[in-house]
């Protein structure tokens, strides 16, 4: 019998994933509002999308304190773009170095994630414009060969805090992580046709 995932379904690219999930012979469920979250299912998606809105819905959704209960439980998560963002122990505003938006960009406001589950440290918004969106082809540990990567507006994680172990870089920058049954990529691998970041997360299902 296929693994049963839940996909947050309240806003982002949620279906992206439930196609790629799907064909690797998953059942996959939405979680669109606070009775949803009570049903069984074997792991959890966190899509890409605007991570604001996200933690705003659920919360006001009921979803959050049953999906943070059963994520501290060990059920595998996989957060990606703002998914990563909700995950992580830390938040960063990135913003623009000396007003630049096309510089380096720098850790702003600080504050924690909605789960707050994953010990990183994201820096949101992180690239300014100039690199709001691009594409990447990079190793990511597990996986023979390079994966492509496409970001759109994208996190880094700034820092992997003990536990988490990172999994992938781009230029110089840590793009994906592991700890424990959870799968944080600041990128959005449901928009490429490569499978295998998903069948690693599948794995993750005992």
């Known amino acids: 019998m296929g693994k049963k995932i839940a996909v947050l379904a309240v806003q982002g690219a949620f279906v992206e994933h439930e196609r790629a999930l799907s064909k690797l012979g998953c059942e996959c469920v939405e979680l669109r509002q606070g009775p949803d979250v009570r049903q069984p299912f074997d792991a959890l998606v966190l899509p890409g999308g605007e991570s604001t809105v996200q933690a705003k819905l659920l919360r006001e959704l009921g979803m959050i304190d049953e999906l943070h209960h059963r994520i501290a439980d060990g059920m595998p998560v996989m957060g990606t773009c703002a998914g990563l963002i909700l995950l992580a122990q830390t938040v960063e505003e990135g913003i623009p170095a000396a007003g630049d938006p096309t510089a380096e960009v720098v850790g702003g406001a600080v504050a924690p994630g909605a789960f707050g589950t994953l010990p990183v440290t994201v820096r949101r918004n992180a690239y300014g414009r100039q ?25 880094y994680i700034a820092e992997a805090h003990e536990g988490a172990t990172p999994l992938a870089t781009v230029d110089g920058r840590i793009v994906a992580v592991r700890a424990g049954n959870q799968l944080g990529v600041a990128f959005h691998p449901e928009l490429d046709d490569d499978l295998r970041i998903h069948e690693l997360f599948v794995s993750l299902i005992g």
Do not use: C, N, Y
């Open 131 to 155: 690199l709001g969106s691009f594409h990447a082809k990079a190793p990511f540990s597990g996986i023979e060969g390079d994966v492509p990567m496409t970001f759109i507006r994208a996190p």
